[in-house]
């Protein structure tokens, strides 16, 4: 079975782009272009890793990232940054977010490929004890 990845970016031609990318790598893929979108997607199925913008109308990413670690636990670490912005980061986040991998837009499809790869394989080493 193929990892399940979310994608929450509530740009259109983005969202699509990454489906595309993501499908084509073998994973099932599912978008939401807002955060109650998210939230609906993710009661009703488990994601093994989340590609968020932290540019989103409703809320800021890191917000929301707390939210969505604060809801569903096993989200952590296994959550991907996006951003278009120059800086990105606060040192007011805490320590789980500021670990998260960020892939600053624009991106290449490879270096996608190996952030998720890696974010995936984490997943797996916690899971097995490693």
Known sequence: MSARILIIDDE????????????????????????????????????????LDLRLPQTMGDAF????VHQWPYLRGRI???SGDPYTGSEEWPPDLQSCPVLMKPFSLETLAQTLAATLAEKTRRRNGA
């Open 12 to 51: 259109a031609a983005i969202r699509k782009a990454l489906e595309r990318a993501l499908r084509a790598f073998g994973y099932e893929v599912a978008a939401a272009g807002d955060t109650d979108s998210a939230y609906l997607l993710l009661s009703e199925t488990a994601f093994d890793a989340v590609l």
């Open 65 to 68: 990232y707390l939210a969505l």
């Open 80 to 82: 991907i940054l996006m």
